[in-house]
């Protein structure tokens, strides 16, 4: 069964304090992972895709990496307004399920 | 004006009522989706529709059926709501014809919130 586990639940940095957000992986085959962030009473919010093992993409203080098992969200002097739960999906290549997503990292960025 | 928009926003109801679910895209995207998602869990999905004529089922069809009414339109429907129900909903589109064949983004609604007592 694929599965997806983002550690930790929750995060709580001072504004500039550095960190990364963890997602892990177990499917049969990967085709793409997937960053969302989602504030609250809104949707997800597409930030990037990963498509292969070593690939990166950054956004403003935000950097993804993709290792064969996992991937991190990187956050760089993260300011209040990056507070928000950042989501990770994977879309794999079995199953009906077009994607599979994690439960969720909970940021607070505290001024 | 928001691309992806559902209706209603928020709605509480009683057990064993009917109730829909309504989606609507400006965004011209082929693909829709439908996901529930309760506190301490991820998003799951419900059903998607990757064309007008396409319907499938997804991770947690049970209690729920939709109905793709154009290719802007995509509805949920609850035939006899329960308390379990209780969710927040999304509806989501993607577009087949950028990004990697498959690897397409998915664009989401704000919700709807759903109570059923």
């Known amino acids: 069964e694929d599965q997806v586990t983002q550690s930790p639940e929750a995060l709580r940095l001072q504004e500039g304090e550095s960190s990364s957000l963890n997602c892990s992986y177990t499917?049969?085959?990967?085709?793409?992972l997937f960053w969302y962030r989602q504030d609250p009473g809104k949707g997800p919010e597409f930030l990037f895709t990963?498509?292969?093992a070593g690939e990166e993409k950054e956004k403003e203080r935000l950097k993804a990496t993709l290792t064969k098992k996992e991937s991190f969200l990187h956050i760089t002097a993260p300011k209040p307004e990056d507070s928000a739960t950042y989501l990770c999906?994977?879309?794999?290549?079995?199953?009906?399920?077009?994607?599979?997503f994690g439960k969720g990292t909970r940021l607070s960025v505290i001024a | 004006d928001a691309d992806v928009t559902q209706t209603p926003r928020n709605r509480i109801t009683k057990t064993g009522k009917r109730i829909m679910l309504e989606c609507s895209q400006t965004?011209?995207?082929?693909?829709m989706y439908w996901y529930r998602q309760d506190p301490g869990l991820g998003l799951q999905l419900i059903y998607y529709?990757?064309?007008?004529?396409?319907?499938n089922k997804g991770e947690i069809s049970d209690g729920y059926s939709v109905s793709r009414q154009a290719q802007a339109k995509f509805s949920l429907s609850l035939e006899s709501a329960i308390p379990n129900q209780t969710a927040l909903y999304f509806c989501?589109?993607?577009?087949?014809?950028?990004?990697?064949?498959?690897?397409?983004?998915?664009?989401f609604g704000d919700g709807t919130r759903l109570s059923i007592l």
């Open positions: 990963l498509y292969s």
């Open positions: 529709s990757f064309d007008v004529k396409d319907i």
């Open positions: 499917v049969s085959g990967l085709r793409g």
């Open positions: 989501a589109t993607s577009d087949p014809r950028t990004g990697e064949v498959g690897n397409q983004p998915q664009h």
């Open positions: 965004k011209g995207h082929d693909r």
């Open positions: 999906a994977v879309r794999t290549n079995s199953g009906n399920t077009p994607l599979v």
